[in-house]
Nanobody, 130 residues
């Protein structure tokens, strides 16, 4: 069964860090890009970052440098798991975080659209208090 399972969310104070995990199974995960999205209460799901299968990282266009510096993705081939490290957390980072992948051909110009993806994890809640 093809699936992604996130974990690692929690409640932290502003300035803290979290590392979210996205464990893949049922497909040749290392061949595919893994994107991270988040959805805050009352808001649309938005793209955060994507790690390509050749280990390049991309952010949505117009992402401020201050944001880029706080989000880092990595991949552990032995664990078939992607990680999203979030540093210097802020209350506005509060959201459910999802990882997603697309098993069909990849077109880079569309990667930030939630509808672009075939497989989603169940999400993990991140809550940041001030």
């Amino acid at each position: 069964q093809v699936q992604l399972v996130e974990s690692g969310g929690g409640s932290v104070q502003s300035g803290g860090s979290l590392r979210l995990s996205c464990a893949a199974s049922g497909f040749n995960w290392d061949w595919y890009n893994i994107a991270w999205f988040r959805q805050a209460p009352g808001k649309e799901r938005e793209a955060v970052i994507v790690l390509s299968n050749n280990k390049n990282t991309y952010f949505p266009e117009n992402t401020p440098d201050a944001v880029k510096g706080r989000f880092t993705v990595s991949r552990d081939s032995a664990e078939t798991t992607d990680y999203l490290q979030i540093d210097s957390l802020k209350p506005e980072d509060t959201a459910v975080y999802y990882c997603a992948t697309r098993l069909r051909p990849w077109y880079p110009t569309n990667w930030y659209r939630p509808t672009y993806y075939d497989i989603w994890g169940q999400g993990t809640q991140v809550t940041v208090s001030s």
